[in-house]
């Protein structure tokens, strides 16, 4: 039971203070489920975002209920308080935000184009930047690109394929989930 109100009150925090949408959160969820709480390696979340990533949904919901899963999967060895884990850590993620956009809604179409307002979204957006910017340097590990040191070919080629992807997406303009497939098809060819 402590698990459960723990893990309730951790991704309740991360949802009230993750500001910038999933990928914001992507650093916030990493630090309290492998560095503070230790309820999986960093191994086992970047798995975590690569499968969220890929599922249908928004990744900070995807990521806390594949987490609440396996922090109670490994805790109890239970497949069905597991998922009960899942639904405490997707509820407890959406719930702040449901319920501030309750609260806020007529106000904030009331106050809109007040200076504060406006001040507070000004202040806001150089956050979301740096969550995001944190987001991307908590996936460059050695988990997804290797070490020069212990295997260079996985090292160069992941590389090669995070550059093509930037390249391919913010440059030529390539569609991101055709960059995917791409990725994904080339990683397999040349890292399997």
């Known amino acids: 039971m402590l ?53 249908p949904g928004p990744i900070g919901i995807n990521s ?17 308080l597991g998922m009960l884990g899942s639904v405490t850590a997707t509820l407890a993620l959406v719930l702040p935000s449901f319920i501030l956009m309750l609260l806020i809604s007529k ?4 106050y809109m184009k007040s200076p504060v307002v406006q001040s507070v979204f000004s202040g806001l957006r150089p956050a979301v930047v740096g969550l995001l ?14 070490t020069p040191a212990q295997s260079p070919w996985h090292f160069w080629i992941s590389v090669a394929l995070f550059m093509a992807t930037f390249i391919g ?19 397999l060819l040349l890292l399997y």
């Open 3 to 55: 698990l459960f109100l723990t893990l309730f009150y951790t991704f309740f925090l991360i949802g009230l203070f993750g500001f910038g949408g999933g990928y914001g959160m992507l650093s916030l969820i990493q630090h309290e489920v492998v560095v503070s709480h230790k309820w999986m390696s960093s191994a086992e979340f970047t798995n975590i975002v690569a499968i969220s990533q890929m599922t």
């Open 64 to 80: 806390a209920t594949y987490c609440g899963y396996t922090a109670v999967h490994h805790a109890t060895g239970s497949a069905l």
């Open 107 to 110: 106000m904030f179409l009331k």
């Open 133 to 146: 910017a944190a987001a991307t340097l908590l996936l460059c590990n050695t988990e997804n690109f290797g």
């Open 169 to 187: 997406v913010k440059m030529v303009k390539i569609n991101p989930i055709r960059m995917i497939v791409y990725a994904a098809f080339a990683g």
